[in-house]
Nanobody, 124 residues
């Protein structure tokens, strides 16, 4: 399982960024995926999730501003972030939310290899 998040950067409040997560080593179309973030001094939190069927859920603070999507053919998960706020500043990670499916019959219970993430810094 390999996950490479990219697209972070420095942005002023109110701006937009799109994060990408290149996934490999497992079947993205069978695996629920999430975007997580960890701000300085805080625990990592799940901010957006997309199920294997394509249903999405968001943490309250990003609802209406962030959109998670995926391109199964490209093995990529995206996070479109609009109307950025200073409090969105964090390192963003992508990871499976639960089981990681290698095929319909075999899965990894949980992927603990989070990778380096991508830093998003929002200034006022």
């Amino acid at each position: 399982v390999q996950l490479q998040a990219s697209g972070g950067g420095f942005m002023q409040a109110g701006g937009s960024l799109r994060l990408s997560c290149a996934a490999s080593g497992f079947m993205l179309r069978l695996t629920a995926m999430g975007w997580y973030r960890q701000a300085p001094g805080k625990k990592r939190e799940l901010v957006a999730r997309i199920s294997s069927a394509g249903y999405t859920n968001y943490e309250d603070s990003v609802k209406g501003r962030f959109t998670i999507s995926r391109d199964v053919a490209e093995n990529t998960v995206y996070l479109q972030m609009n109307s950025l706020k200073v409090e969105d500043t964090a390192v963003y990670y992508c990871n499976a939310d639960g089981k990681v499916y290698y095929n319909p019959s075999h899965y990894l219970i949980r992927n603990d290899n989070w990778g380096p993430g991508t830093l998003v810094t929002v200034s006022s």
